[in-house]
């Protein structure tokens, strides 16, 4: 067994080996799913609602319709921007992905290491542990902030294995549930752990037997599933993105590719060109072959290392995902890859060949497998510090996937490019066949370039289709407000109606109705929205600026402070203080009162 010197020197030498390889990401933004699912997540910005996420799995992500029950993720989010703060948070989220890389590989080390009962040699635990750490199908998930889910619940699913291959029941059930609080997937452990005794049963295990062990892991899984229920029928059944066939041929693909990928990790990317495929003589094959596979291997040995190390690819073969194959899902199959190769090799006759396990030509060849590994890692740690430079790589892999070409539009769009956005989301449009959240998006550029009589255009035929959607009407509001404002407030008065909570439609109306004269009801608008959510920064200034333009400079004094106490030092809510001082001197002294309009700025994101 390992002492805790050796366990200490191997944690040091994984925690170096991983800041140096993935370093770049320390700099690195947010990327892909971040953005709805934390930089524009509000939950996770205030400590006190750590235990509601809990009981609401809509605190997953800005957007309440994309609900996930993952608490433990969220609560490691929150508290990263509690101690590092807005500017410095994704800076600290990216360190602590390397770090939980490191904890994963250093268990998958500690899992081998515990494996050698006899011999105490540790040659197949350390490389077990460094080739885990250094594998490229690993690097995502290190990079990847919305990856955490992975590596945070393979880490409690390796620590519920350790503990229960050393015979620590009531732990090993603990680490299960945490795991089970990080993603769903997790909810195969004890598969895992039954499969891992049956293949490499370890002198704690031995001589056990029945089902009595397993009891406390049932009644967690039964009432997991019947806590989950909803979102798993939401999953399996309400948002389906392809039927039961095309998900078997899809999944035929994909797992023949998985294995592959596993085995060769080049080329990598965020997506993998095998999203959308058909049923076809390709899918047929790769069935019959992973069949014949099957056939020859269920009776051996190797046949069911092979279906542990597979264990954790159940779940996400089941539930239809509109990306088939991301590296990310790979990463507990490879540590528990590395921890059975690790295990089997340790279980032999080892301590009998002395200290040269290995030969020559194979320490060189681990050797170069490792630099080659090291180098695509350090690779793929380059290409994932700018977004732009992954979504240039996923649409030349994948050109025919429309989500490739719909995120690298959405990255192009945030960095200030809109024709280059405009025409990705174009071709994403054609690839996709019509998808409304397109369809807006496309609406929203044009909008952006002035584009109005594009922008109404497209919003009306939109309108034919989804006569009700509040976001079809947000986007025609826009585009009619210079033109038929009366028309445009009609629309925003019927989407703030429907979603009272929406900022940007709130705000839109609150400028529509003071256009056009009606500065009360812009007023009481605006408090509405505040009163539901009191951290709105733009809204208490827009507030201010209506109620100075009333004259009631009292009111706007009380609104900016309030603005303030949220982001103390903005320039711009300093500027109006100053104005409205000026202003309010001039009117005591009788003088010429200044317009308003022109002195005092609006909130930035109008």
């Known amino acids: 067994m390992a002492t805790p010197v050796r366990g200490l020197a191997m944690l040091a030498l994984l925690t170096v080996a991983g800041v140096v390889l993935f370093h770049p990401s320390f700099d690195a933004p947010f990327q892909f799913d971040d953005h709805h699912s934390i930089r524009e997540n509000p939950n996770l910005r205030d400590l006190g609602r ?42 600290s989220l990216h360190l602590v992905n390397v770090l939980l890389h490191v ?5 998958v080390w500690a899992l081998v290491q515990y494996g050698v009962e006899r011999s105490g040699n540790s040659t197949f635990a350390v490389l077990a542990g460094i080739g885990f750490l250094l594998h490229p199908v690993a690097s995502e998930t290190a990079l990847y902030i919305s990856a955490r889910s992975e590596s945070m619940s393979t880490l409690f699913m390796l620590a519920s294995l350790l503990a229960w291959r050393r015979a620590q029941r009531p732990g090993s059930l603990l680490l299960f549930v945490l795991a089970l609080g990080c993603k769903s997937t997790a909810i195969v452990t004890p598969v895992l752990l039954w499969g891992v005794d049956r293949i490499l049963p370890t002198s704690s295990v031995r001589g056990e037997s029945g089902l009595r062990p397993w ?17 798993i029928e939401s999953s399996l059944i309400q948002q389906r993105v392809r039927s039961l066939l095309e998900q078997i041929a899809v999944q035929m693909d994909a797992w023949v590719y998985q294995l592959k990928l596993l085995l060769i990790p080049h ?52 539930i239809p995902l509109h990306t088939v194959v991301s590296e990310h ?39 170069v497998l490792f ?35 719909e995120f690298h539009a959405d990255a192009l769009r945030r960095h200030g490019q809109p024709t280059a956005a405009l025409a990705a989301y174009r071709t994403a449009d054609r690839l996709y ?136 030092g903005l320039p711009m809510i300093q500027q109006n203080f100053a104005e409205l001082t000026r202003i309010e ?9 200044p317009e308003v309009s022109e002195q005092l700025e609006r909130g930035s994101r109008e």
């Open 329 to 367: 899902r790979l990463y507990p199959v490879l540590a528990i890859g590395f921890v059975v190769v690790g295990l089997e090799m340790s279980r032999r006759e080892i301590d009998t060949l002395g200290p040269d396990i290995l030969t020559r030509g194979q320490r060189a060849v681990t050797a």
């Open 215 to 231: 009891g406390p892991f049932g009644v967690a899984v039964i009432t997991y599933l019947v806590w989950m229920q909803h979102l």
């Open 50 to 91: 750590v235990p509601s996420f809990l009981a609401d799995a809509t605190a997953f992500s800005g957007e309440s319709d994309r609900a996930m029950y993952r608490p433990l993720l969220l609560a490691s989010y929150a508290v990263g921007w509690a101690i590092s703060g807005e500017a410095q948070w994704a800076a």
């Open 433 to 568: 066949g019509g998808r409304l959240e397109l369809q807006l998006s496309i609406g929203g550029i044009l909008l952006q370039e002035n584009r109005l009589e594009e922008a109404e255009s497209l919003m009306a035929a939109l309108q034919s289709q989804y006569p009700t959607d509040p976001r079809v009407l947000y986007n025609l509001a826009l585009a009619r407000r210079p033109r038929e404002p009366k028309a445009a407030l009609e629309l925003l008065e019927q989407v703030v109606s429907a979603k009272p909570r929406w900022k940007e439609a709130v705000m839109a109306r609150a400028l529509l109705l003071e256009e056009l004269g009606h500065r009360d009801r812009a007023a009481e608008g605006l408090q509405t929205a505040l009163r539901q959510t009191p951290g709105w920064i733009d809204g208490w200034v827009n507030l201010g600026f209506v109620a100075a333009r009333s004259g009631r400079f009292a009111a706007a004094r009380r609104a900016w402070l309030a603005a303030d106490s949220l982001a103390p």
């Open 371 to 405: 630099i080659l590994w090291a180098g695509l890692a350090a690779s793929q740690a380059g290409e994932w510090s700018t977004e732009l430079g992954i979504w240039r790589k996923a649409t030349a892999l994948a050109p025919a996937s429309g989500r490739a070409h």
């Open 585 to 593: 001197a001039a009117s005591s002294a009788h003088q010429a009162i």
């Open 267 to 318: 080329p990598l990317s965020v997506i993998h060109p095998i999203d959308t495929v058909s049923p076809g003589w390709t899918q047929l094959l790769a069935f019959l072959m992973l069949l014949s596979a099957a056939a020859l291997l269920v009776r051996r040995r190797l046949g069911w290392q092979l279906g542990v190390v597979l264990v954790p690819l159940i779940i996400p073969s089941v």
């Open 103 to 107: 904890a994963v590989s250093w268990l």
